[in-house]
């Protein structure tokens, strides 16, 4: 088949690479110029594990090409961004872009599938509608479903092939349209619903481990009060047989965990409680770690903090929405001391200068734990003597 992918970012490049190495003929389209002609000469601009290899491989094929604009096909997939705008509220405007970009090249007997994450609603009322609008059949000619991705960032490959799938169409024709594409490479469980249901699996599955996270969050604010070890807490708390407490951090990152739950919040501000007061309580984690910081270097006179990664979660490079981000440049901003920044999975030449972790640790007065890396996890105890320690991680060095 012929296929149209509209985003190239870390969905829909293994997407497209993927189609393409099953001997599909894909048309990948991103907006960045130096996307396309990256991915066209076989290079990446993600950092994910084997993707170089996948993507080298499908361009030399012939079945991989990169576009600025979508050109006619069998399928059209949309996996664009759907960020959070002013006021925690969802920005559709990419989403009504591709779907507008892919009107005109759609013809009857396409399937039109959107994987951005969305609010309810979206997939029925931005872009069936939109194809509506352009005079095509929604159902008979042109068949439109939603299906998320559910991947993890150093694992997509697998998790592309691997994972259950839920696929909802705005339609049963639609529905059984997009289910029998992707049975063609999953080997996961395909469930098949609504669109709408679709969408909201994918919110509530995140918001489900927001709130949960937002729960070890706040447990660790309330044991730094009262001088307790909160891993120490909630590692006896779990030894009840019904009771499985998450570990806190410094806040949540991502580009699922830390938006998706404000897309409820959006399109139920009244009912939403929870979920808001989880996504807020989140939020405010980092700033609580900037404040602690700076209460711990108030009684020194010039202060070296070195500041243990910047990435979202461990072991990848992926700095979006990182709360470990977020607080070395509130430390910076505000003038705390000499920061000393180590993350050992990004290259230098970026916004901030980096150290080596030994270079970091033997300069600093205070040691910020902001991401539990696996260099970092081979600290102990004695590396750290006469250090003050601000651990978010629970590392327990032993």
Not at 21 to 41: A, F, L, M, Q, Y
Not at 156 to 167: A, K, Q, Y
Not at 321 to 334: G, Y
Not at 336 to 347: D, F, H, Q, S, T
Request: charged share 25%; aromatic share 4%.
């Amino acid at each position: 088949m012929k296929i149209c992918v509209v985003g190239l970012g870390y969905i829909g490049l293994p997407t497209a690479s993927l189609l393409a190495t099953k001997g599909h003929t894909v048309t990948g389209v991103d907006i960045s110029p130096e996307v396309v002609e990256t991915i066209n000469r076989g290079d990446i601009h993600i950092v994910e594990p084997d993707l170089d290899i996948l993507v080298k491989s499908a361009v030399q094929s012939g079945h991989l090409h990169a576009a600025g604009e979508p050109d006619e096909a069998d399928i059209y997939i949309i996996s664009v961004p759907t960020p959070i705008g002013a006021g925690q509220e969802p920005d559709l405007s990419h989403v009504e872009q591709a779907t507008g970009a892919i009107l005109p090249h759609v013809r009857k007997g396409n399937l039109v599938i959107l994987e951005s994450t969305s609010p309810v609603g979206t997939t029925e009322e931005v872009v069936a509608q939109t194809l509506r609008n352009g005079g095509h059949d929604v159902g008979s000619g042109v068949y439109v479903a939603y299906c998320p991705e559910r991947v993890l960032p150093g694992k997509i490959l697998t998790e592309l092939i691997d994972n259950d799938r839920i696929v909802g169409g705005v339609d049963d024709a639609s529905t059984a349209k997009a289910e029998a594409f992707y049975r063609t490479f999953v080997r996961g469980s395909i469930f098949a619903t609504d669109s709408r249901t679709a969408e909201m699996v994918k919110l509530t599955e995140n918001a489900y481990r927001d709130v949960n996270i937002a729960f070890a969050n706040e447990l660790s604010i309330l044991c730094d009060r009262d001088g307790i070890d909160v891993w120490e807490l909630i590692r006896l708390a779990n030894r009840h047989p019904r009771v499985d407490i998450l570990s806190p951090g410094p806040g949540v990152g991502g580009h699922c965990i830390a938006v998706d739950p404000w897309f409820i919040v959006a399109g139920a501000p009244e009912e939403a409680r929870l979920i808001r007061t989880a996504r807020e309580v989140n939020d405010a984690k980092p700033e609580w770690v900037v404040d602690k910081v700076i209460r711990t270097a108030a009684g020194m006179e010039h202060p070296r903090i070195a500041c243990l990664g910047l990435t979202y979660k461990a072991d990848v490079g992926d700095l979006r929405e990182s709360p470990a981000l977020a607080i070395v440049r509130k430390l910076q901003q505000r003038h705390v001391g000499e920061i000393l920044i180590c993350e050992p999975n990004l290259p230098q030449g970026g916004e901030f200068e980096l150290v080596g972790l030994e270079a970091a640790i033997s300069r600093a007065d205070i040691v910020v734990v902001l991401v539990d890396h696996t260099p970092f996890r081979r600290l102990k105890a004695s590396d750290l003597a006469g250090k003050t320690v601000i651990d978010t991680r629970g590392m327990q060095f032993g």
